[in-house]
């Protein structure tokens, strides 16, 4: 797809369903061995930590703080039918902290790193442990080192995903855990919906599929032991917002939001969004 973000113009604002969704670089795919990903890719196209920390106040990702929860809770129940028992966990790109919350109800001592500055400090005010900055800015030692990371809508946004497990390697105890999940390319929805998929807009890079994630990660250590299709739970406006996109279930959307309570939680999987659960190799 070529790109439809004018020339020279700068992602400064968060992913909106309506407007981001038509605003992307040129998309290319890999003819060796599929990848799907942005190219050219530089800093005048794609966020950087500095755009990052600079983000406003997101006030939908607060709205939405219960069911952020449930949906961190599935992860944690996920943790739990694998066996893993809790110890120390660090979760790149907490945000505001919800994930972090969720953690230490589940047993974990948890530490998240974060680069929106407004999201650090809402979580320092909850009393959370939030490092502001990437991964570098963590000190390495004995405290540094975690039995789990977590990069939940991470990695597609990561122009070096290597360099970034490679960082993370040495941040996790042998035999530790790492768990992401990530809009895949190989899918239904990417397929039939094409440029129009939610997964390509202005601030993802990469878009993983089931054999190209398996590579990156046996390359840089891992080993997987669990794939599958990721569940979230929404708010009705927010399942309403994507069913605007697709021109045959607008009606469904008006029908929806006529009928169901706004507060209602939705378990929402469309099969193109996946975790992945690896364990590092020793």
């Known amino acids: 797809y070529r790109s439809t973000l004018p020339l020279g113009e700068r992602t400064t604002v968060l992913y909106e369903f309506m407007s981001d969704q038509k605003r992307h670089a040129q998309i290319v795919r890999c003819s060796g061995c599929g990848l799907v990903y942005c190219n050219p890719v530089h800093a005048r196209k794609h966020m950087t930590t500095d755009e990052y920390a600079g983000l406003s106040v997101d006030d939908i990702y607060l709205r939405t703080e219960r069911f952020r929860k449930m949906t961190f809770r599935g992860d ?124 390509i807009n202005s601030e993802h890079v990469v878009f993983y599929s089931r054999p190209t994630i398996r590579r990156l990660l046996e390359e840089e250590g891992y080993e997987i032991i669990a794939m599958g299709n990721k569940v979230f739970y929404y708010p009705l406006f927010y399942v309403s917002a994507f069913l605007q996109n697709i021109p045959l279930l607008r009606a469904l959307s008006r029908l929806s939001e006529a009928i169901i309570p706004k507060n209602a939680a939705f378990p929402v999987t469309v099969f193109d969004t996946r975790y992945v659960l690896a364990r590092k190799r020793r």
């Open 76 to 199: 944690h129940r996920l943790f739990r039918r694998h066996g893993i028992a809790p110890g120390r966990l660090l979760d790149v790109g907490c945000y505001a902290g919800f994930s972090l919350e969720v953690a230490q109800e589940c047993g974990w001592k948890a530490v998240g790193v974060e680069a929106a500055k407004w999201a650090v400090d809402f979580a320092r005010k909850r009393g959370l442990s939030v490092i502001e900055g990437s991964l570098r800015d963590i000190p390495f030692g004995s405290e540094s080192l975690f039995d789990m990371v977590v990069m939940s809508g991470v990695i597609e946004h990561i122009v070096d995903p290597k360099a970034a497990l490679a960082e993370i390697g040495r941040r996790l105890v042998p035999d530790g855990f790492l768990y992401m999940n990530m809009p895949f390319s190989d899918t239904w929805a990417f397929r039939i919906l094409g440029e129009k998929w939610w997964g």
